[in-house]
């Protein structure tokens, strides 16, 4: 029992206009419902002048607390050593992990990147990129999964599909959105909140390529779809939310000031519907959705 969080990189709330937003082409039957019954569109730009960009909207996201304020400004990419700082204190996995709650990153991680990664701590001399969620999870004391637990079914590749992984020549099966949410599904059994980072929205919204990002939507509204099959709603609680917009304007190279959706999607949803406006408000949320859920086998039981 407990809290799934789909972060989907790049993903804006668009004009209903099929030349330039490839949700509109696409064939999204659970989007759709989605957005229907279980949509709070929320405000990505955190009051800072300019476009909404991964580092600061990330790190918003993964802390409740406004990071492009914070700065002055939003940055774009990879978080800089002041956010880097702010993650390790504050992030949603840390608060979580202090609590007692078992929490797990699902990415699975190349091994390469993952042995870099180990260098640089030893050393203290090799910087390597790292991604928010990367940060966060490092500093909460959680595992970076690896080849080894994607072989396993304990993790799952950021396109979902691993034709990357093949791309690169590694051995590993083609994957798709069954096997993904059979992967989740397993993990939820011992975990209590657990997220998953797709990105391939915000690379292909930055490429500009209709045909690719009307692909990769009906990827996620297949897997979206699944999920909801699979996961008992009443007795967890799917989040999925973004960072900024961008695929849904396939007409600029750059991200959008559009609004972002939030899906709140199983128990105790109608409750934190409410208090979600801005990108500040999801970590909270997701904090005090979590409680009840994790108390429910007790209520059950009286
Ligand atoms: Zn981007």
Same mark, same amino acid.
């Given at each position: 029992m407990g809290l799934f969080l789909l972060f989907i990189d790049g993903m804006g709330l668009g004009d209903e206009d099929a030349g330039i937003n490839p949700f509109v082409r696409a064939f999204i039957p659970n989007f759709k419902a989605l957005m229907r019954d279980n949509m709070v569109p929320t405000d990505? &730009?955190? #009051?800072? +002048?300019g476009l909404p960009q991964s580092a600061t909207g990330q790190t918003t996201l993964f802390t409740g607390i406004n990071a492009s304020q914070l700065l002055g400004r939003h940055l774009h990419g990879f978080p800089n050593k002041e956010l880097r700082h702010l993650i390790m204190e504050h992030s949603l996995l840390k608060r979580l992990k202090d609590k007692g709650y078992r929490v797990a990153n699902c990415n699975a991680y190349r091994d390469e990147y993952v042995s870099q990664i180990l260098k640089e701590d030893t050393l203290g001399k090799r910087k390597v990129l790292k991604s928010v969620t990367t940060v966060a999870t490092l500093a909460a004391g959680i595992r970076l999964r690896t080849m080894e637990h994607l072989l396993e079914g304990r993790a799952i590749y950021?396109? /979902? &599909?691993n034709e990357i992984l093949l791309k690169k020549g590694y051995k590993v099966p083609l994957s798709d959105e069954n096997r993904a949410v059979h992967t989740i599904i397993s993990l939820m059994k011992d975990h209590d909140f657990l997220f998953f980072e797709y990105f391939l929205t915000d690379i292909a919204g930055h490429g500009q390529q209709m045909d690719v990002s009307v692909d990769i939507i009906q990827l996620l509204d297949r897997f979206i779809g699944k999920l909801i099959k699979n996961v008992d709603l009443k007795k967890n609680l799917i989040i999925i939310t973004s960072d900024h917009g961008n /695929? +849904? @304007? /396939? =007409? &600029?190279?750059t991200h959008t000031l559009n609004k972002v959706p939030t899906f709140l999607i199983g128990s105790g949803q109608d409750k934190l $519907? #409410? @208090? /979600? $406006?801005?990108? =500040?408000?999801i970590s909270p949320a997701i904090e005090k959705g979590l409680t009840p859920l994790l108390e429910m086998p007790k209520a059950l039981n009286v």
């Open positions: 990505a &730009t955190l #009051g800072v +002048e950021h396109d /979902i &599909t /695929i +849904e @304007d /396939i =007409t &600029t190279k $519907k #409410g @208090d /979600i $406006k801005s990108l =500040t408000d």
